[in-house]
């Protein structure tokens, strides 16, 4: 039974990619045992976009500037798909370029936001790992001499 100044609220699904779709609404209010009154109507409801990461791959730290990773390859948009994109998070370019420099070594969440054309959204997060830069060292031994075995000890650093 409805109660006065209660919301009542229900989710709907994916509509199969469209971009709107009509429900009808139908209320019915009760004063007693016999008498009612019902009220009936017509509500577009919007489509929504629907966000997915791919599996994103870990990433070498660079110090190079030029070192970049385009996001943008890494997500997928189905539903309502006519609308734009905005990336955001530590290192990342609202375009999808991130830039593994600017944030060194370790997890980071990059979250991808997509609004479409009719004003509803979808957002998701996904972390990307950054591994530190690997060191390659190492050293001979001191005496190299035709004919002697050499010795090569690492010093490198993973």
Request: include cysteine; proline fraction near 7%.
């Amino acid at each position: 039974m409805p109660v006065i100044n209660e919301k009542y609220s229900n989710s709907y699904l994916d509509f199969n990619n469209q971009a709107s779709r009509n429900f009808t609404i139908r209320m019915i209010a009760y004063s007693g045992e016999k008498c009612f009154n019902e009220k009936q109507i017509q509500i577009p409801v919007n489509g929504s976009p629907v966000v997915t990461f791919n599996p994103i791959p870990g990433i070498c730290l660079d110090t190079e500037e030029r070192s970049v990773f385009n996001l943008a390859s890494q997500t997928d948009v189905t539903g309502v798909t006519a609308g734009t994109g905005v990336f955001s998070g530590p290192g990342v370019a609202p375009d999808g370029m991130f830039r593994p420099y600017l944030v060194g070594a370790g997890d980071f969440p990059i979250k991808y936001t997509f609004t479409s054309s009719n004003g509803c959204f979808d957002t998701r997060t996904q972390l990307i790992k950054v591994w530190p830069s690997p060191v390659a060292d190492y050293t001979t031994s001191t005496l190299i001499c035709e004919k002697n075995e050499i010795t090569f000890t690492s010093a490198s650093v993973s």
